[in-house]
């Protein structure tokens, strides 16, 4: 997958260079093209998942800056009315993401949405602990990062 | 166009960046205080550096600011993690209406390190 995306992105180079001009309008022109070209090629192979990881990338941006937009005017709305709704605590989430490079993405991303931040992982890597401005319901907080991030975030990255 | 695109990206930007610092003086403890800056600032800035790459609208601007929001999205929760665990080994407490604390007594003393569920040796827990 890496290997079809850095050649993707080879590809639109070339083509920038071809028509000679390096506008990103022409590069991203050149991208869907090499793009195209690639799913041709790889027609058949089994082993590649590049062209059914891409649109879970975008999807995964678009849901990411929906959290963040909707979580900020939650906080936002906090800060600017003089009583205080928040009802804040340390969560301990189960982790189901093992490598080093799965926690450290889960993290940045839980701590990118407003309300949560990611305060450290255990030594064993079990368990992700939270630290969360809007404590409802514990099992349905916990039910919402795992069916929300860690789900999308592994189906991207395995 | 371009112009109503600046207005709305530079303005929201401000706002959410004027909204933490409300948030800074405002929130009655040290997380929640991490909390709001870290990501309202992340937001505000993004906007702003939109704003700055609409205006601009040439290639070298773009590229600049969307490596900068890149790095911004990287390096922000890392600060935030350990600032947060940092407080969190020197004791200093949450707020009194906090709902539960599932850290409480899974930090090793002198190891530092981090159980996942309750242990027994009860007195080098923090």
């Known amino acids: 997958m890496r290997n079809l995306f850095l050649m993707n992105i080879l590809l639109a180079l070339i083509w920038a260079a071809l028509t000679g001009s390096f506008g990103y309008i022409n590069i991203g022109f050149g991208f869907f093209v090499s793009y195209g070209i690639l799913w041709v090629i790889t027609r058949g192979r089994d082993d590649v998942n590049y062209f059914s990881k891409a649109p879970q990338v975008v999807s995964f941006l678009l849901f990411f800056i929906k959290e963040l937009v909707k979580a900020n005017i939650q906080v936002a709305y906090d800060v600017i009315t003089p009583k205080d709704h928040m009802k804040p605590g340390i969560v301990a989430v189960p982790l189901e993401a093992k490598t080093a490079m799965e926690i450290t993405l889960l ?21 992700l602990y939270i630290h969360a401005m809007y404590v409802e319901d514990k099992q349905a907080f916990i039910d919402e990062i795992k069916n929300g991030f860690e789900r999308r975030l592994l189906k991207i990255l395995r | 166009m371009t112009d109503i695109l600046i207005i709305v990206f530079s303005s929201l930007g401000a706002l959410f960046i004027l909204i933490a610092a409300v948030g800074l003086l405002k929130m009655p403890d040290f997380y929640l205080r991490v909390s709001v800056t870290t990501k309202a600032v ?28 890149i790095f911004i999205i990287l390096t922000a929760p890392v600060a935030a993690h350990m600032i947060g665990r940092a407080a969190y080994f020197i004791g200093i407490k949450m707020w009194d209406k906090s709902v539960m604390d599932d850290l409480e007594g899974k930090y090793h003393r002198n190891s530092h390190t981090l159980g996942s569920n309750a242990t027994d040796e009860e007195d080098n827990l923090l």
């Open chain 1, 107 to 127: 993290a940045n991303f839980i701590t990118m949405t407003p309300g949560t931040l990611s305060l450290d992982v255990s030594t064993d890597r079990k368990v």
């Open chain 2, 42 to 69: 992340t937001l505000g800035v993004g906007l702003i550096l939109s704003a700055a790459a609409v205006s601009f609208s040439s290639f070298n601007v773009t590229t600049r600011v969307i490596a900068i929001i």
